[in-house]
């Protein structure tokens, strides 16, 4: 069985930085790609980065540049390290296995002045 809980989220200004974390129970972690999504209120939800589980990496147009995804996979988390936030960026934050569909619960992002 596996599940995913993300934390890191907060209130951020503009041009500031966070990161997320998502820790993951089971084994399937270290085996599989893992996703951030993000999703906003009254918005779809959005596939920020993805990374494999040999550390390939990609990222939406949105953030590249200035999110970066990583794992450990010794430690089952995933990360996503966020820079020069912008208020767009405020959001609920996810991670997910694609291949298992399996989702966290989210943590809250806000961009705020």
């Known amino acids: 069985q596996v599940q995913l809980v993300e934390s890191g989220g907060g209130l951020v200004q503009p041009g500031g930085s966070l990161r997320l974390s998502c820790a993951a129970s089971g084994n399937i972690f270290s085996f599989t790609t893992m996703n951030w999504y993000r999703q906003a209120p009254a918005k779809e939800r959005e596939r920020v980065a993805t990374?494999?589980?040999?550390?390939?990496?990609n990222y939406a147009d949105s953030v590249k540049g200035r999110f970066s995804i990583s794992r450990d996979n010794a430690k089952n988390t995933v990360y996503l390290q966020m820079n020069s936030l912008k208020p767009e960026d405020t959001a609920v934050y996810y991670c997910?296995?694609?291949?298992?569909?399996?989702w966290g619960q989210g943590t809250q992002v806000t961009v705020s002045s």
């Open positions: 997910n296995i694609p291949i298992a569909s399996i």
């Open positions: 990374i494999t589980k040999s550390g390939s990496t």
